[in-house]
């Protein structure tokens, strides 16, 4: 008997209607489900025994609920199905609508799979390693506070890249090229594709194209000292979820993680077709 993982987004769907829906669908075809909201740790339930083999895990809601998923699924290596409840989603391919039709195809196993790209961030204040985490869409460097221009160094594989002044750095995946990168005026990417970009936010310079690296290159952001200036109040971002601090001398590096996040793919439109459709709406 499979069993399915259900991640539901409670802000959009509050009575839980269409996660009973979802819940019923699968009873209906002899699986089993058991149901978590988004704000449970999600290292808490890939952890219990009679879920480490689930056949997948179906998130409820927009792209961003299945981002807050995507790293322990990677860790756990089961396939993610998105259940797009939101609005502009990329990533939750499966609509409302569509829900019998795409829960009888994921039961018969009439879908790919396809291994996401991630990137692993690593914080190190005075030559420590302070924090560590992968994202599948992106790692960003904001302000944190009052209105101020940031002033970055960037290096690639140790060789200096480029100083910005800017409102902060965008370091994505080609996953996460439609989404705060696409916001900030960098390319889109076809999901496939194994590349890291890097888009300024905001760049307070004429110079403000998105540079293109190879997957395999290591970028390292540092936050310099400001002599006789107020120091900058700057924070990482991983996902969009996961926030630290950062303080004047610390450097965050990111490349390429050693593991993907698998994600079900029911349809068959290619990536460009989809790209049409939402453009277009």
């Known amino acids: 008997m499979k069993h399915y993982i259900i991640i539901t987004n409670k802000g959009k769907d509050p009575k839980l209607e269409v996660t009973k829906q979802v819940e019923s669908l699968l009873e209906q075809m002899g699986c089993t489900s058991s149901v978590y909201s988004e704000e449970s740790s999600s290292a808490a339930w890939v952890m219990q025994p009679e879920e480490r083999k689930a056949a997948g895990i179906l998130v409820l809601g927009g792209d961003g609920t299945l981002l807050k998923a995507a790293d322990a699924a990677s860790r756990a290596g089961i ?87 800017a409102d902060g750095i965008i370091l994505a995946t080609p996953t996460g090229s439609t989404g705060y990168n696409m916001s900030a005026g960098g390319p889109i990417v076809e999901p496939g594709a194994k590349l890291i970009l890097l888009t300024p936010i905001c760049p307070h310079t004429l110079q403000t194209r998105s540079v293109i690296l190879r997957a395999e290159d290591e970028i390292s952001i540092r936050i310099p000292e400001r002599d006789g200036r107020q120091n900058q109040n700057v924070e990482v971002c991983f996902d969009g979820s996961k926030n630290l601090a950062l303080c004047p001398g610390d450097e965050v590096r990111i490349l390429k993680s050693p593991r993907g996040t698998p994600i079900i793919k029911l349809s068959e439109a290619s990536f460009l077709e989809v790209l049409h459709r939402k453009l277009s709406e």
């Open 79 to 165: 396939p993610v199905l998105g259940i797009n409840l939101g609005t502009m989603g990329y990533l939750a391919e499966v609509e409302r609508c569509n829900l019998r039709q795409a829960l009888g195809r994921l039961v018969e196993e009439d879908y790919t799979v396809e291994e996401r790209m991630m990137l692993s961030g690593q914080v190190i204040r005075q030559g420590k390693l302070l924090e560590s985490a992968c994202a599948l869409n992106d790692i960003t460097i904001t302000r944190n506070g009052h209105l101020q221009m940031l002033f970055f160094r960037i290096f690639v594989n140790g060789k200096p890249l480029k100083e910005y002044h």
